[in-house]
């Protein structure tokens, strides 16, 4: 990888409560800029075309024709970056702006890895406990000439976390992520790595834009 972008996150330390580590491959201080220059195109959009409406319509269709183009993107932008992922021992949490999710993930109903084939390629663990619905972890983004994954810190606990679990899965699952971080200790090649491997094996099998790894195919990911 020519480039790469590495965040680190520390776990907390508030007395004997489980350590908190983030899961959040792309941190909302990297995203906030980005928010804010979608989130102003769309306003400035919503007001040229409420502005061009108002010569044809009457006021009140032009501001809702605005507000109707100009106000989701703007706020969509925004709530991207209130979302939030952690690991608090072997609990899984997804927060959001409005709520959030947890799974123990001691107790999976359900283990999956997504992959998404495209100009910037996406590997993301999937985990549902049958009550709460599916959770999602971004795992790594992999684009031309580099690409991010997540830390070392939150991939081991996240490997630590999924080897407690009752299903066969979950702990091939934590074998490839052992595997990522070995071959990152070792400054492995992108091409070497378990993640991005996974990432080849969906676009060379033709099964784009997205995937999800049979067992057997998560399992061949460490050979």
Sequence with gaps: MQSRAWVRSLPGTDGPA?????????????????ARRVALASVLLGIVLAGVAWLFVPTSIAIALGLLFGLPPAVGAFVVTRRHLRLDGTVLVASGPVRSRSVDLRHLAGVELLVRVARVSQVILRVNDGEHGLVSVPLA???????RELDVLALRRLADALATAEVAPAAAVSSVLVEQLRAEARSAAVGERPLYRAVELARNAGRVPQTTLTDHEVASLVD
């Design 18 to 34: 489980p350590e908190s580590v983030s899961l959040d491959l792309l941190p909302p201080h990297l995203l906030l800029p980005r």
């Design 141 to 147: 983004l992999y684009a031309d000439g580099g690409g």
